[in-house]
């Protein structure tokens, strides 16, 4: 298109002006994207609204103020949720007038008194926009509130009032919110409430808090869940694990369970629960929570407990003499490792509203540290249970590690039936560690690095001429490409969106250009379509470049290299230590080195100096930019280079 085009706006740039400009207002912006708020629109983002309310009486219930908690499903799909707590306050709000805390709870976000102050000590609620959101995507919702011996009630349709709060007159005993709403058909579509996923909800939450009961009503049959029940589970985590675990042989008696408070231990408000046990019989999982909210992603709670278990059982693996005990990694522990983690700490960070993973960094410090301890101690009291678990671990450990080293073998075997470039020199070495492939530039260089070469690890590719410049060619050029077509053979990995690292043939790709100006172009050109191509192959460091040098001195019978004219002139100036004139011979190519030359100064990894490239993203300077200046161009990429084995020289200069 263009430019004036551009400018004058073919599409409808006359009418976007101030007044396309909207500001939402009150409860508009969660009706307008509910993604935001509940993380969609669909049957999971529709549950989301009754755990919302839910947790908001947990909240209740955790700050020591409800023991009972009543979840109704009734006929039309609408939900009750009541709990026996403080109740929503409902006196008049300072900062709006004429209106009450509740109202404003109802119709304002973040309006909640869970975000500072002493109302709650470790809250599932955070922003103070849970109920206010189910408001606003609810077509009816009544709010009852009984507090100090009198009933008070509003109703709300998608977020506005529908009158003022009443006041429906005294009440004995009843006291705590009553919140029943029924979501918009609007918003969710055809999506309705699932009495099973419900229950199970309402269930684990008795689960992690032993001072709630939880009563559950349904008036729709689902399946064989039951239409009333209650939970209440004084002995918490253990009692749930052993209940989801069923008939399932574990390999502890009882699981390893217990709970810690963080004021004692760490002078912090909060607490960690947990209980975890090992079965041959199913995969391994976690729940996690942070104050009753599910964190299905984890987070750094549940870091904290893998650290504390997987050092813990090292720890007890080395104290029995059990070597093997050292190969055993979090990803073992989780086969047939059975765990509920639950804590509670004050202000948590989660991510997203939805709080499906758990940020807060001192988490998993606590987390580790109340967990590590107990953990040693039940390993070292209960040695039947820690024993038949360190078994099972390991055992897992050598199974992976087996699986390993059969998918290994099988590339191998993989690499054997690959069609490889007719001019390849491989190397004899079948197993890709310690190999290095060097790329050369022209065939008689290519003659005298065969020579030079341990072809036990060494292979050779001689490209000739220069490679296509791939930054500016389509990928069907290049595809057409001979010289790129035997260097993707040859590396066995193939490039760009299909490019495998696991299928890379050798460790080392090394590439090996003339010490002259064309060289160097040579170089450039493949560190950039390395770089476009295969990028993966420098993130992993298998990319170097070799440098031979410049100069070969003698003096008698001594013989010294130097890459470059500085290195030549100190060895001018310095002498070799032999007796008589120094002579300088100059290298025009890598071909006119004779093999033995060669493979001391750029190819015996005993002798040689390798640099490795990598990419500095970040940090601008001088390591620079070889492509740059050898391109004369600027490139958006920058490499750097990392000597290893720097025998002859400090500095780079190719
Ligand atoms: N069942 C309840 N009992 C007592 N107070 C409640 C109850 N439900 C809500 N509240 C009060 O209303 C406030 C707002 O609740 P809301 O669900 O909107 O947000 P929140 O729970 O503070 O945070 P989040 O948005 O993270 O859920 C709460 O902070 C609390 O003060």
Redesign the pocket.
């Known amino acids: 298109m263009p430019a004036d085009d551009l400018l004058s706006g073919a599409t409808g740039a006359d009418s976007y002006d101030a007044s396309s400009i909207e500001v939402l207002e009150g409860l508009e912006p969660v009706r307008k994207r509910p993604g935001m708020y509940i993380g969609g629109t669909d049957e999971r983002a529709l549950h989301h609204l009754v755990a ?2 839910l ?3 947990m ?2 219930a955790v700050a020591g ?2 023991t009972r908690i009543e979840v109704e499903m009734h006929e039309d799909f609408s939900v009750t ?1 009541r ?1 026996n ?5 409902v006196d008049p709000h300072p900062k709006f007038p004429g209106k009450s ?1 509740l109202e404003v ?2 119709c304002t ?7 500072s102050g002493d ?2 000590q470790t ?12 408001n606003a995507l609810s077509d009816r919702l009544r709010v009852e509130v009984a507090r100090n011996r009198e009933l008070f009630a509003q109703e709300f349709s998608r977020g506005i009032p529908q009158g003022p709060l009443q006041k429906l007159g005294a009440t004995a005993n009843r006291r ?2 009553t ?1 029943t709403f029924h979501a918009d058909d609007q918003i969710f579509g055809h999506h309705r409430f699932k009495p099973a996923r419900m229950l199970k909800m309402a269930r684990s939450k008795a689960y992690l808090f032993s001072g709630v009961e939880i009563r559950w009503k349904s008036a729709i049959p689902d399946g064989d869940t039951p239409m009333e029940a209650s939970f209440h589970f004084p002995g918490g985590l253990s009692d749930y694990l052993t209940e989801t675990l069923g008939t399932a042989a574990t390999y502890a008696e009882r699981p390893f369970a217990g709970k810690v408070d963080f004021k004692a231990k760490f002078g912090a408000p909060g607490l960690v629960e947990w209980a975890i046990n090992w079965t041959p019989s199913r995969d391994g999982f976690i729940q996690s929570y942070c104050n009753t909210i599910p964190t299905p992603e984890g987070g750094t709670h549940e870091a904290g407990f893998w650290a504390a278990i997987l050092k813990g059982i090292r720890a007890y693996g080395e104290l029995a003499n059990n070597r093997k005990a050292a190969q055993i990694t979090r990803d073992d522990l989780l086969t047939g490792g059975c765990a509920i983690v639950s804590t509670f700490i004050r202000e948590p960070e989660f991510v997203g ?1 939805t ?1 499906d993973r758990l940020a807060t960094t001192e988490a998993a410090r606590m987390v580790e540290g109340a967990v590590r301890d107990h953990f040693d101690n039940w390993l070292a009291n209960d040695t039947k249970s820690a024993g038949a678990i360190l078994d099972f671990l390991v055992l897992r450990a050598e199974e992976r590690m087996k699986r390993r080293a059969e998918k290994e073998t099988q590339r191998k075997s993989a690499t054997k039936r690959l069609r490889l470039p007719g001019k390849l020199v491989d190397c004899s070495a079948t197993a890709r560690e310690g190999t290095e492939l060097f790329i050369v530039e022209g065939d008689s260089a290519g003659g005298s690095a065969k020579m030079a070469r341990d072809r036990r690890i060494q292979a050779l590719l001689p490209l000739r001429g220069k490679i296509l410049n791939v930054l500016g060619a389509a990928s069907a050029k290049m595809g057409q490409n001979a010289e790129i077509n035997d260097l993707a053979q040859a590396l066995g990995t193939g490039i760009g969106t299909r490019f495998n690292i696991d299928d890379l043939r050798y460790d080392k790709v090394i590439i090996m250009t003339d010490a002259d100006v064309d060289g160097a172009h040579i170089a450039s050109l493949l560190m950039t379509f390395f770089f476009t191509q295969m990028r993966p192959l420098i993130d992993h460091g298998h990319l170097y470049l070799a440098c031979p040098p410049l100069f070969r001195l003698t003096q008698g019978a001594k013989r010294v290299y130097a890459l470059d004219e500085a290195e030549k002139a100190m060895w001018l100036e310095k002498g070799l230590g032999g007796k008589g004139k120094i002579d300088v011979s100059r290298f025009k190519g890598l071909g006119e080195m004779d093999a033995k030359d060669l493979k001391e100064t750029t190819m015996d990894p005993a002798s040689r100096k390798l640099i490795r490239v990598s990419i500095d993203e970040d940090e601008p300077g001088e390591t620079a930019d070889l492509v740059e200046r050898l391109m004369g161009k600027k490139p958006e990429l920058r490499f750097q280079y990392i000597q290893e084995n720097a025998r002859f020289v400090e500095e780079v200069d190719v």
């Open positions: 919302e309310v947790d908001n009486a909240d209740e103020h409800a949720i709990d707590g403080r109740g929503i306050p805390a709870i109802l976000l973040h309006a909640g008194g869970k975000f109302a709650y809250s599932g609620g955070l922003h103070g926009v849970g109920v206010s959101v189910v705590g919110t919140v509203q709080k």
